[in-house]
């Protein structure tokens, strides 16, 4: 499988066991809601939704913040 990563960002959903990757931060954060709604368990110790910005020589890598994470969840993974 591939990715093309589009205007050199992704976002990684990452649940301490498994790891996804995504286009959008809205994708993320709807997929993070199907895990759940679909009744898988998720420490929330360990969860994390990441965005990586692949641009110039260094990568950012930052966590998005809870609120806007639940903000996300709230309005049903859109943004």
Do not use: C
């Amino acid at each position: 499988m591939e990715m093309k990563v589009k205007n050199g960002v992704f976002y990684l959903l990452d649940t301490g066991n498994e790891k996804w990757v995504y286009d959008t931060e809205s994708d993320a954060v709807g997929a993070l809601r199907k895990l759940v709604s679909g009744g898988k368990e998720i420490n929330h110790e360990t969860l994390s939704i990441l965005e990586v910005n692949t641009e110039g020589d260094q990568w950012q890598i930052k966590a998005l913040p809870w609120s806007k994470i639940a903000i996300g969840l709230m309005k049903g993974g859109k943004q």
